[in-house]
C-alpha cells in the first residue's frame, strides 16, 4: 500500500487489498463510523504492488459504449414482494444458470447475527437470499478468492455487487472471463454496519423483542395498491409480530435518505456514470409512471431498468426476451429512462451533520438511533419540542407493537 494514493476519504472499504496480499500483512480496522478500512502491517510487507493494482479507487475499466436500457418487471403478484424493484436481478440469474449443473452466484444477503455480507450460492432454492437491496455496505470477506476459484474449475459464476466491488473483483482476477457475469446497480451509497446495528438494536431494545428478520424495501399497501416507492422498512420478531413502516417514518431510510449515512468515499464515487463496469446494470425505474405509463398501469409493485452494457449481457437480455412469460421486458430510450436516477450520473452530497451524526451514535451509548437523529438534526429543540417528538415516538412504537 505505500506506493498507493489512497487517503480514507477515497477507500472504498472492497477489501480486494487484503484478499490479494501474498504475505497476508494487510488487515481491515473498523473506524470511528464502522466502515472498513486497510492496515498495513510494514514488517510483513514486501512491497510487491498487489494492493496498489487491485484497487478500484486506482483502476477502473470502464465499457466504451453506452449502454441500451431496458424496462423490466414481473407481473406475478406473488411474487412481487421478493424483491425491490421489478425482479430483474432474479431473472437474470435464472437465464445465466438455467440448464447448468456447475454454477456459482454470489451477492449480498443479510446472514446469521443479521450480518450483511456476500454469500456463494450454488442451489437455486437458495437464491432468495440474495434478493432485496439491503442499505448497509455488505463484508465481502473472501469472495474475490472464492469467485477465482470458482472460474479456474470452470464453473459460471454471477458475480452481483456495488460498482466498486464490480470493479475490485475485475482487478483482482486480471483477466476476463467468459463464464463470468457481472452485475452491479445503481448505487446510492453505503452506509456503515455500525449504523445498522445501532439501528437494529435500538428497535429491539425499544420494543423488548429479538429480530429474527430484517426486510429492506418493503411494498408497503397503501389504499388498494402495493406502493413499491414508500420503500419502506420491515423487521419480524421472533414472537411472530412485526414492525413496518414507509421511508417517511422508518428511521433509518429517513438518515439514509438524508444522506447521513453513506461511507465517506461514496461522495468521491468514480462510477457515477452512464459507461459502467459491469455487463448489466440494476436500478429502479424512478418516473416511469410519467416517462412510460403504458409499463406503470398495471404495476405498481415495482419496476427495474436494467442497464444493458456489454454483448453478453445483451445476448443474456434476448435469451430472456424469447422467452418472456408473466413479465415485461422492453427496449426504451436511455436518456428518457435514466433522467429522473440522480445518482445514477451524480455522486451524493452528504448531509453537513453526517460527522456530527456518526459522532452521536458512536459516543451516546444510552441515546436510540431515533435520538442520534433527532439530536443531530435539532439539537437546539426546546423541552416542548423535545417532549412531543419522545410522544410521537412512543405512539409510533404502540402503533407497531
Ligand atoms: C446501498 C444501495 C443503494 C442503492 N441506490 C439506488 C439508487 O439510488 N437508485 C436506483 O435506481 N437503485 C438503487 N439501488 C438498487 C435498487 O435498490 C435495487 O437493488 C435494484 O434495482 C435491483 O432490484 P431487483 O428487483 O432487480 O433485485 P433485488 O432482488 O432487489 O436485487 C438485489 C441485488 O442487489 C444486491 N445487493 C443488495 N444489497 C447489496 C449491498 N448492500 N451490497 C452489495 N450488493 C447488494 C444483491 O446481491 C442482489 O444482487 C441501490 C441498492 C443498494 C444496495
Known sequence: MKKSKITNSFCC??????????????????????????????K???????????????????????????V?????????????????????????????????????????????????ITNWDNVNQLSRSKYVQSDTENVYKQVKTDLSMKKYVVFSGTPCQVQALKNFLGKEYERLLLIDFVCHGVPSPMAYKKYCDSIAKTLGKKIDK???????????????????????????????????????????????????????????????VSDLTLGDFWGIEEEYPQFAIQNTAGTSMVLVNSLKGRELVQNIKQKVCNEILKYVDLEIATRRNVPLTSTIEPHPMREQFYDNLRKKKNWSFEECLDQTLYPRGNIVQRVARKIYRMACVNRNG
Open 44 to 70: 510483513k510487507c514486501v512491497e510487491c504492488g498487489l494492493c496498489h493494482k487491485v484497487c478500484p479507487e486506482n483502476y477502473q475499466s470502464f465499457q466504451t459504449n453506452l449502454p441500451e436500457c431496458i
Open 72 to 120: 423490466y418487471y414481473n407481473t406475478d403478484k406473488e411474487k412481487q414482494q421478493e424483491y425491490s424493484s421489478g425482479g430483474a436481478f432474479l431473472r437474470i440469474c435464472k437465464a445465466y444458470v438455467e440448464g447448468k449443473d456447475d454454477y456459482a452466484i454470489y451477492g449480498a444477503a443479510i446472514t446469521t447475527g443479521n450480518i450483511v455480507k456476500h454469500i456463494r
Open 214 to 276: 430484517v426486510l429492506f424495501r418493503y411494498k408497503q399497501e397503501i389504499g388498494p395498491d402495493k406502493k413499491w416507492d414508500t420503500q419502506g422498512m420491515s423487521i419480524l420478531f421472533d414472537d411472530g409480530t412485526d414492525y413496518k413502516e414507509t421511508r417517511a417514518a422508518d428511521v433509518y431510510m429517513r438518515a439514509f435518505l438524508s444522506e447521513l449515512l453513506s461511507r465517506p468515499s461514496c461522495s468521491e464515487c468514480k462510477y457515477t456514470k452512464l459507461n459502467r
Open 13 to 42: 472499504g472492497c477489501k480486494a487489498c487484503e484478499q490479494v496480499c501474498p504475505k497476508y500483512a494487510i488487515s481491515m480496522k473498523i473506524d470511528e463510523k464502522g466502515f472498513w478500512y486497510p492496515r498495513i502491517d510494514k
